[in-house]
């Protein structure tokens, strides 16, 4: 596996910088574009990994999948489902139209709008929805290093007009139960952890593991959960471009415009890469290649 | 096996009418709303089935699946995605929105505008494309006696003023190569080919086995071709309940308005159930149901 | 009058090719570019003229005003506003977009939608709808060689993609009722209508003249009527710049991708102006101008 | 015309309460939905009315007329409309997607993200936009008692979700220059002047009056910037209805929800009736009847 992941490492790590950073947020804009990193964690309890796979990066929309996590592990009946749908989107542009025609019910929880109706749902539930987004990454990955970078999340929240009117037309339709503000500084917040690609991976491995391996054994979902939560990575992780991930990674997956994608390979591995430069769409362009290239050598996708 | 599919049919075959009938195809609302079959085959070559597994139904959009299919195997180079993406289309109103942003590229092969896309392409290939979808289908299915429902066909065709209209759109950006009329009455005729459960489910095995399977044991398709194709249809099979369907089932499919849904569970098994009530979204009420339960207690779910 | 006819003609006829052909329909490619007249038709029974007044051109969109005048004439009851409503459209993709959400109701009687359903109902009431529009404008401008240009009418048939998926449209919704190919040639026979703009002036000559004005000194419509016509001219005459040009004109009026335009000055004139080449909204470039200059000049803005 | 107008209050004014009032502005919801005023002014100077034409109510959206007039009094090269367009919107669902799809720029100066920007565009020139409105409409209708109703004001700011999410787009877009909630202070509190028909007829009648009439016999604004706003009104000033109204009434006008309506008769009367039952557009039932029969009557439609 090491030698696997060596291979992809000096295969894909970009010799100069490829796609695009994300101008609107600034601190994103100046991290190395050559960065690579890949870590493989495996429900056997051993983690390989390769480049630059110890070095924290912001998880942004990473997040997401840990919030919806702990929303389903804290209210296990599931009333989240009757504030956000379980559907692809298709374009940002549709998300803002599907949003007015379906009177405020987001269509997934990955989508912006329906992050921040989990996050309030959080926040209802918890009081501080960053802080326990935070403890329960810090719970998952072992590692009480973890934390917002609070100086970006400032930076970041200075910047939030879209995010800003989405959470007003959320409110305007009663779908946020907190005030705006509250929720989108939760919002921001949990997007602004910082976490390596081997934390990522190791947080993520109870998704790989029928829900198992939470602190101290117990397990962090049941099965049925984590299961449904693949399934909605799958069809609705990857922005507008989840059917070319499916297509051509075969795995569910959430990516982050920090340029880090955590997939899941159910019943065996987590696989988290990490590489600033970003397609079109807002996905790695480098770790989507890699994750190309590694189940198409080993056969991982789950079709 | 056996047992579990009767207990199935026991379970989920509707004691009274559910759901709807499509209105738009009047044959379609002529059939028995309590009916219910289902069909299992394993890649070791075994099939069972319960209930009406025998009765032939009209196949609908999962012609969609196999004229997919004959695409790829035809044209390995793959030239029709420069045609059709591979993106989930959320509502049949955005995906008319979708196709005059996107100028005339449907957003994938399953929605009806990317299906009459990859009917023109078969065309343009074969010819006859209705009359090489139904040849495809009896040798995967290797029964002679399938064939398309001609009266149907012409009853449906007479009433198509909707995929007239998406068509000639297609056509006003170029993107069929046929005429209008031609490809309208290969599509419609594709989609009146009759089958049963028992035909469907051994039709798709390949799917399951890794592309393995054609008449006279030669491979249908290359082994990541089926990858891909299971993918699509995981994210984009169900019209605009991809999602629900892969949170509750799990597994990659595709229905039509006939009442049929035909899954697939990579490496081992296809699974076609059967039962003519419709709900909203336009899938099968009570075969959604009966692939909910069946991957609930099998564990068959790919997630 | 005349003295200022002539001044316009000469400050705004191009002296080289300014905006664009519509290379969709290849007959209205061969005009020249810099051809440019004006007439001025009083409601006294004059006309004044200037530069290009007398050469025929494809009155093109222009024919929808009288269309719908025809349909008024016809059935006074105005059962049409059940079937298409007077409100703006924005731009031809919410057009579209609306067509869908308000189930087949097109916006206005001036977008291609609403022009193919007063053909419609031209069609029911007259039988053929063509014939009667080219009969009607023979009455009216006392010109009877005004004929339809057959031949550019078979070729604009025969590139009608878009016109044919709207007409298909309307059809699924139930909003046509003649055959979708019997409207579809009629509406491109009246747009095919070749008229100069002296012709033209007279013609539309009753819609200044509170409906008097038809042959043998009979009203064309009653004054009511004439008054409504003029506003939803004003408010959906110029496709989605309908807000510029009341503002830069102040004018009711209708244009045509022939390059005409008519407008009407109430209880006193009507203009038509006449340049080929159009702006990136499908209006004349040279006779907005001069029709902006004149309006200035004269005064005779409406507000 | 006073017994014109006393006629037109029997007829009018409604025995039982009709259409809506608009529940989501609670002080909106307090007034008699049986109220119903009118008043003429003429450009003579004489004012005429009937009914309740000195009752004070709240003006809403009418405030945009006066904000847009002033802004262009103010910086008459007309910066204001690199900012902002002058066409019609279609309905507020197309108005969202527009801003989206054309970049922050929205439609016309009055739907509600258009009147945003003009609120920005005053407060960038002269600070405090609401005092500035409520200073030129007290010059303009020479009442002194003219005020924002400050607690409706902080009652409509505590829920203006809705144009919160609107002014956070405009800001994501860069087409606010002022702080988000400076703009919606500003903006709410222009829209909670309280004025009766009488005031509001001789505030407006420098549009009927070439732009004559400001304080001191100096002129308000060019005669041709009062034609312009003129023939915005007709195409965008009642909400999704312009056609409509035009159609009907044949005036250019601006309706708020509170129930006033204040329309222009070009070059000789302005005409305010106020009724506080809404139709579903959001235009005052009673009101737009009573326009409807005053111009069928008088013969006043531009058209």
Redesign the interface.
């Known amino acids: 596996m090491k030698a696997l992941l060596d291979e992809l490492v000096a295969t894909h790590r970009p010799p100069s910088p490829v796609g695009r950073l994300p101008e609107s947020i600034p601190h994103l804009a100046d991290v190395d574009p050559r960065a690579f990193g890949i870590a493989v964690a495996s429900v056997d309890g051993t983690i390989a990994s390769a480049g630059d796979a110890d070095v924290p990066f912001s998880i942004q929309s990473i997040s997401k999948l840990f919030s919806l996590a702990l929303a389903l592990r804290e209210e296990p009946r599931e009333a989240l489902w009757e504030r956000v749908?379980?559907?692809?989107?298709?374009?940002a542009?549709?998300s803002?139209?599907?949003l007015?025609?379906e009177a405020g019910i987001p269509?997934?929880p990955f989508i912006n709008a329906g992050a921040l109706v989990v996050t309030d749902f959080l926040a209802e539930l918890l009081g501080d929805a960053a802080g326990s987004v935070v403890g329960f990454l810090r719970d998952l990955s072992g590692s009480s290093r973890l934390a917002v970078d609070e100086s970006a999340a400032r930076a970041e929240l200075a910047r939030s007009?879209?995010n800003?009117?989405?959470?007003?037309?959320l409110?305007?339709f009663g779908n946020l139960h907190n005030p705006?503000e509250t929720v989108l500084e939760h919002y921001v917040r949990h997007c602004s952890i910082t976490m390596s690609c081997r934390e990522l991976a190791r947080a993520g491995l109870f998704l790989a593991n029928s829900g198992e391996g939470g602190p101290g054994g117990a397990p962090v979902l049941p099965a049925?959960q984590?299961?449904?939560i693949?399934?909605?990575l799958?069809?609705?992780g990857m922005y507008?471009?989840?059917?070319?991930f499916?297509?051509r990674v075969?795995l569910?997956g959430k990516s982050g415009v920090g340029g880090g994608i955590l997939a899941v390979v159910?019943g065996r591995y987590t696989v988290c890469v990490w590489s600033p430069g970003l397609d079109a769409k807002g996905n790695s362009v480098a770790g989507t290649a890699a994750l190309a290239e590694l189940t198409?050598r080993t056969g991982w996708?789950?079709?």
């Open positions: 749908l379980r559907e692809p989107s298709g374009t542009f549709n803002l139209v599907q007015e025609a269509r997934n007009s879209r800003r009117a989405l959470a007003n037309f409110a305007g705006v049925a984590t299961k449904r693949n399934s909605v799958l069809t609705c507008d471009a989840a059917g070319e499916a297509y075969g569910p159910p198409a996708s789950i079709f």
